[in-house]
């Protein structure tokens, strides 16, 4: 008997837990959700180039010799007409003085021979031979004091010098292939990229139909980020794009020029430059931090509809822009998506959702690409 009211006792005592438990499992779950909203994005396109010097001058004699004396340091800024080199410049001094002489003596046999040719006392042609004498003797006269000059080797353009491939006692002559030193300037300088034809006429098809706008007044302006990954400060500008595909890659090379007061860019840094493409007038952005991926790969968030019923939900993103994604199919304005709880959700689950903080919207506005949304 006493047996009976024991049992009986237990399932009286499992029956009331299996009533308390399960409220339980009907209790919704707290998570943080954000409601997404339509807002113009201008995407970005991210390209891989190389920094080019905007003059680049080969330093080469025109006349031959042995120099002297190097009258620059090594890595400093010149200006346009600095002495760089001095040849030796005796040979040519003395063939100066020597033309300046021939010239004297052909001015004054010229002058000499004017009243005789007027009085008919010499041939017009014995006068004519003197003053075309004359003026070759100027000419001469010229050719020495130009190449008296050249001795001295002075920078074509102004820049940054580099080293010097020749030394004083060098013997260097006028045509010769080897340069003696490099001048670049680097303030501005250009990043030319390239960027494959099929990516250039998908922008244009999307533009031509409307799903981009043209980026204005801003189209021009080109972003970079650096090899370490950071952002360079200064913004720079598209100058051209060329009109023709290269046809081993199949791509177009498009170029930038960007102000380098500092010399931080440095000619044949790589770099990745920031081209803006359009303007998606209704564009939806999610934060990275909503979006997962299948076994597949395939990106998903979880969307808490109308009844606080969770639903899992595939997408495809674009772009990302700080630190948000561009959701180009998949997620509408005012859908809730779960950010904050999603270790717990599962498709179906019931819950109760507060509205995250907003995070402070970054500063860098480059943007890469979703290799899962490919």
């Given at each position: 008997m006493r047996l009976k009211?024991?049992?009986?006792?237990?399932?009286?005592?499992?029956?009331?837990?299996?009533?308390?438990?399960?409220?339980?499992?009907?209790?919704?779950?707290?998570?943080?959700v954000v409601t997404l909203h339509s807002e113009p994005v201008t995407l970005f396109t991210q390209l891989p180039g190389r920094t080019t010097a905007v003059?680049?001058?080969?330093?080469?004699?025109?006349?031959?010799?042995?120099?002297?004396?190097?009258?620059?340091?090594?890595?400093?800024?010149?200006?346009?007409?600095?002495?760089?080199?001095?040849?030796d410049p005796a040979s040519y001094q003395a063939a100066y003085d020597k033309a300046e002489a021939t010239l004297v003596n052909a001015n004054k046999l010229a002058q000499r021979y004017k009243p005789l040719a007027a009085a008919h006392a010499i041939s017009g042609q014995t006068y004519d031979d003197a003053v075309a004498?004359?003026?070759?003797?100027?000419?001469?006269?010229?050719?020495?004091?130009?190449?008296?000059n050249y001795t001295k080797v002075r920078a074509p353009i102004a820049g940054h010098i580099g080293r010097s491939l020749s030394t004083e006692g060098a013997l260097v002559t006028n045509g010769q292939s080897s340069y003696l030193t490099t001048i670049q300037?680097?303030?501005?300088?250009?990043?030319?990229?390239?960027?494959?034809?099929?990516?250039?006429?998908?922008?244009?098809?999307?533009?031509?139909?409307?799903?981009?706008?043209?980026?204005?007044?801003?189209?021009?302006?080109?972003?970079?980020?650096?090899?370490?990954g950071s952002a360079y400060e200064q913004e720079g500008r598209l100058e051209f794009s060329e009109v023709t595909v290269d046809q081993g890659t199949g791509s177009v090379t498009l170029r930038a020029v960007f102000p380098n007061p500092q010399r931080v860019l440095l000619p044949g840094m790589f770099v990745h430059a920031s081209f803006p493409q359009g303007v998606a007038d209704q564009g939806i952005l999610a934060p990275q931090e909503a979006i997962m991926h299948d076994t597949k790969g395939k990106p998903y968030v979880f969307v808490v509809q109308a009844d606080n019923s969770v639903a899992q939900q595939s997408i495809t993103t674009?772009?990302?822009?700080?630190?948000?994604?561009?959701?180009?199919?998949?997620?509408?304005?005012?859908?809730?998506v779960v950010v904050d709880g999603l270790q717990d959700v599962r498709s179906g689950s019931r819950v109760q959702?507060?509205?995250?903080?907003?995070?402070?919207?970054?500063?860098?506005?480059?943007?890469?690409?979703?290799?899962?949304a490919q």
């Amino acid at each position: 008997m006493r047996l009976k009211i024991l049992s009986a006792s237990l399932i009286l005592m499992l029956a009331a837990c299996d009533q308390h438990a399960a409220p339980t499992s009907d209790k919704p779950l707290s998570v943080g959700v954000v409601t997404l909203h339509s807002e113009p994005v201008t995407l970005f396109t991210q390209l891989p180039g190389r920094t080019t010097a905007v003059r680049t001058a080969e330093v080469r004699p025109q006349v031959s010799g042995i120099i002297l004396k190097r009258l620059f340091k090594e890595g400093a800024e010149v200006k346009a007409g600095d002495p760089l080199y001095q040849i030796d410049p005796a040979s040519y001094q003395a063939a100066y003085d020597k033309a300046e002489a021939t010239l004297v003596n052909a001015n004054k046999l010229a002058q000499r021979y004017k009243p005789l040719a007027a009085a008919h006392a010499i041939s017009g042609q014995t006068y004519d031979d003197a003053v075309a004498a004359a003026r070759e003797a100027q000419a001469d006269l010229e050719t020495a004091r130009v190449n008296l000059n050249y001795t001295k080797v002075r920078a074509p353009i102004a820049g940054h010098i580099g080293r010097s491939l020749s030394t004083e006692g060098a013997l260097v002559t006028n045509g010769q292939s080897s340069y003696l030193t490099t001048i670049q300037q680097l303030d501005p300088i250009y990043v030319d990229v390239s960027e494959s034809s099929q990516d250039l006429l998908r922008q244009r098809r999307a533009l031509a139909e409307g799903k981009l706008k043209a980026a204005g007044d801003n189209a021009a302006a080109v972003k970079l980020k650096l090899e370490d990954g950071s952002a360079y400060e200064q913004e720079g500008r598209l100058e051209f794009s060329e009109v023709t595909v290269d046809q081993g890659t199949g791509s177009v090379t498009l170029r930038a020029v960007f102000p380098n007061p500092q010399r931080v860019l440095l000619p044949g840094m790589f770099v990745h430059a920031s081209f803006p493409q359009g303007v998606a007038d209704q564009g939806i952005l999610a934060p990275q931090e909503a979006i997962m991926h299948d076994t597949k790969g395939k990106p998903y968030v979880f969307v808490v509809q109308a009844d606080n019923s969770v639903a899992q939900q595939s997408i495809t993103t674009g772009e990302m822009i700080g630190d948000k994604w561009l959701v180009t199919s998949g997620l509408k304005a005012s859908d809730r998506v779960v950010v904050d709880g999603l270790q717990d959700v599962r498709s179906g689950s019931r819950v109760q959702p507060t509205e995250a903080q907003a995070k402070a919207a970054p500063q860098a506005n480059l943007t890469t690409t979703d290799p899962s949304a490919q």
